[in-house]
């Protein structure tokens, strides 16, 4: 098995079946999986991307999660039920919403874990 990147950027894969994640690292698509684990995570979102979005309604990636992904088991485990605890999740919408936000509305740039998965077929981030 290759080593992941630590820092890698995630977005969720619209064209792949079913909830997907992509993982970038240096420009490169380098992996997908169905939950990615990040830490000192980044919402990124591309100003000129979410315009064509709402012009055209196409589908076209301009939004992304930037971090450090977390790959050791045991580290993970702390973490998963440090961001269950926090019962705190987040969403992009670029019809509706300018940047990513949590769950009250308000608006997000930063988290220190965040937590990408697939809940009953729909993709779910949750945050601390």
Not at 70 to 85: A, S, W, Y
Request: glycine share 8%; aromatic share 8%; charged share 25%.
């Amino acid at each position: 098995m290759k080593k992941l990147e630590p820092k890698v950027r995630v977005y969720r894969n619209l064209h792949l079946h079913g909830v997907v994640y992509s993982m970038q690292a240096r420009g490169r698509v380098i992996g997908h999986a169905e939950n990615i684990l990040l830490k000192n995570a980044k919402f990124v979102v591309q100003k000129g991307g979410q315009a064509k979005v709402r012009e055209t309604k196409s589908k076209i990636v301009h939004a992304f999660v930037d971090g450090e992904i977390i790959t050791d088991p045991k580290e993970m485990g702390l973490m998963i039920k440090k961001i269950n605890n926090a019962n705190n999740t987040a969403y992009y919408n670029p019809y509706t919403t300018n940047t990513f936000v949590d769950k009250d509305g308000r608006e997000l740039f930063e988290a220190s874990l965040v937590l990408l998965t697939s809940v009953g077929g729909k993709s779910k981030l949750q945050i601390v």
